[in-house]
T-cell receptor, first 114, second 113 residues
Framework: AQSVTQLDSHVSVSEGTPVLLRCNYS??????LFWYVQHPNKGLQLLLK??????LVKGINGFEAEFKKSETSFHLTKPSAHMSDAAEYFCVVSDLDYGQNFVFGPGTRLSVLP | KAGVTQTPRYLIKTRGQQVTLSCSPISGHRSVSWYQQTPGQGLQFLFE???????NKGNFPGRFSGRQFSNSRSEMNVSTLELGDSALYLC????????????FGQGTRLTVV
């Protein structure tokens, strides 16, 4: 069975400093992995996805994630935080051979301090 | 290109009633999935429809059901509502599911009183 662990429920950074949101997954197969962001009272927006191509994945708004199979990790990073990055971030795994059955992590709330 | 549209945005229902939520996917998308989001349980997968067939199902009771029409629009129904069904229900559409990008609607906020 698939599962996702997000190691921090809340991360607080200062504007202009790096962001690291940690994600570990468990999957029986070669998974597809995603990071989604949810701003207050908004739907979910895809930041980036990994689907067995390059292990370093670049996404929108300067975010990146690196897939490390040996560590079963898919941590999200950004070199310099912006106030607009404050939101809830979800790591997601999907490893069906067909169809969609996203398993979401519990989420990490990112606060950006001025 | 229009996004995923969910209606209604807000609903208040009484325990024991039933409710139907609607989702219109992005044009051309054939996969529609439903998720429940609550503070306690987070985001949980309900089911996925592809070409009018339920392809995958999460671990929810039979009170939760859905269907998909030939135009890919989808509805989910919850019968005999319980207080614990209060949640944000999110719909996502994608071309074919799995590793293709899923686009989420803004959700329907259901409150059961």
């Amino acid at each position: 069975a698939q599962s996702v662990t997000q190691l921090d429920s809340h991360v607080s950074v200062s504007e202009g400093t790096p962001v690291l949101l940690r994600c570990n997954y468990s999957s029986s197969y070669s998974p597809s992995l995603f990071w989604y962001v949810q701003h207050p009272n908004k739907g979910l927006q895809l930041l980036l996805k990994y689907t067995s191509a390059a292990t370093l994945v670049k996404g929108i708004n300067g975010f990146e994630a690196e897939f490390k199979k040996s560590e079963t990790s898919f941590h999200l990073t950004k070199p310099s935080a912006h106030m607009s990055d404050a939101a809830e971030y979800f790591c997601v795994v999907s490893d069906l051979d067909y169809g969609q059955n996203f398993v979401f992590g519990p989420g990490t709330r990112l606060s950006v301090l001025p | 290109k229009a996004g995923v549209t969910q209606t209604p945005r807000y609903l208040i229902k009484t325990r024991g009633q039933q409710v139907t939520l609607s989702c219109s996917p992005i044009s051309g998308h054939r996969s529609v999935s439903w998720y429940q989001q609550t503070p306690g349980q987070g985001l949980q997968f309900l089911f996925e429809y592809f070409s009018e067939t339920q392809r995958n199902k999460g671990n929810f009771p039979g009170r939760f059901s859905g269907r998909q029409f030939s135009n890919s629009r989808s509805e989910m129904n919850v019968s005999t509502l319980e207080l614990g069904d209060s949640a944000l229900y999110l719909c996502a559409s994608s071309l074919r599911g799995f590793d293709t990008e899923a686009f989420f609607g803004q959700g329907t906020r259901l409150t059961v009183v």
